[in-house]
């Protein structure tokens, strides 16, 4: 086929002449122009391939881009929430002070060491001081687990709790109020705290 070279217009087979134009037209003119057409044409397609092939490479992959980073969102918002520590009543009260021990463990010991060195002689504090003995050592040997306090030692607590109420009404019945007394309802105050927030929340 066929072309003008002066206005592109499409010759008949062996036209001398264009009929659009009226150029004349020779053989290696028309040949040339067929060829160079050709390539012109060849190229613009490759050209309209490759910018529809990029601009399809460039929306998929921008489409893909957020796709990701929504799930990578929605995965750190799951984490974050997962790992985000649970909100505290009283948290000046209940502050983590080693591993899994709370403030609480520490106000046990020190009511216990104030009533060693107030009543060591005393029968009734040396009973009390032995289920703390037992309380403090499973509490610390297990103060890196999330909840040191185990049902056996809430058990244990609770017991406590039971010889230290009937403690307090013999002093309170007796009208004996002394600072052994008082120490017996601190520990009381403390056991009866450390039953329910001895763990960490």
Partial sequence: MAFCTNCGQQLITRAKFCPACGTKILATQSQAYTSGYKEKMVKGVEQQLKSSMRSKATSSFQKNASQWVEKGKTVAEKTRN???????????????????????????????????????????????????????????????????????????????????????????????????????????????????NGNKN
């Fill in 82 to 196: 997962n790992v985000k520590p649970k909100s505290k009543s009283n948290p000046a009260v209940e502050n983590d002070v080693s591993g899994g021990v709370t403030i609480w463990t520490w106000l046990y010991l020190i009511v216990n060491i104030i009533l060693v060195i107030q009543g060591y002689h005393i029968n009734e504090v040396l009973g009390i001081l032995l289920f703390s003995v037992i309380v403090l050592v499973i509490a610390f040997t297990r103060k890196k687990k999330a909840k040191p306090y185990s049902w056996l030692v809430k058990i244990i607590v609770v017991i406590q709790l039971v010889f230290l109420a009937a403690l307090i009404y013999q002093r309170v019945m007796a009208q004996n109020f002394t600072f052994t007394a008082l120490l017996f309802a601190a520990l009381f105050f403390v056991d009866f705290k450390l039953l329910f």
